[in-house]
């Protein structure tokens, strides 16, 4: 089977303050890791997701795309991605974990418990509660990425609340 050339994805790195802009390649490269095949794969569908995608779906495009690859490499690919901060995870409530790009930007999601409902919520949102935590208990908490369960306003109000 014939694998399809990667184009190289731009991901925001981190570096210091600053605000620049390095390839995947780069930051992987830079910190050690080698660029196989599999791998490149792996980020590519990540980066052209459109939404949050599990591991599970990612090693479905992997595997259509390079079918000796097998799922350990994707979850691999993904705590190697983490570790960098290029990509964010999520737990929706629904068996699996999600993950997201970095660079699309630092967001929370209220997942309701009731119909399954997940509705985007700002970062600014959770920002006092971060500033709390770390004047009150010394305590900087990592909320680049936060999935609070609850009941949604129409569940609620189905249920008379």
């Known amino acids: 089977m014939e694998v399809t050339p990667f184009i190289p994805l731009t991901l925001r790195g981190k570096c210091g303050n600053s605000e620049s802009e390095m390839s995947c390649h780069e930051i992987l490269r830079k910190n050690g890791h080698r660029l196989t095949p599999q791998r490149m794969l792996v980020i590519e569908a990540l980066h052209n997701a459109d939404k949050h995608i599990s591991a599970e779906e990612l090693y479905e495009q ?75 208990c010394g305590f900087d908490a990592d909320l680049r990425h936060v999935a609070i369960s609850g009941e949604c306003k129409v569940c609620r109000r189905k249920k008379g609340k």
């Open 62 to 136: 992997l595997h259509s795309r390079y079918p000796y690859a097998n799922i350990s490499t994707v979850y691999r690919t993904l705590e190697l991605l983490k570790e960098l901060n290029l990509v964010t995870e999520a737990d929706f409530g629904e068996g699996r974990v999600r993950y997201h790009v970095a660079e699309k930007g630092h967001h929370h999601h209220l997942v309701c418990r009731s119909c399954g409902k997940v509705i985007d919520l700002e970062d600014a949102v959770l920002r006092p509660l971060k500033d709390a935590l770390l004047q009150k």
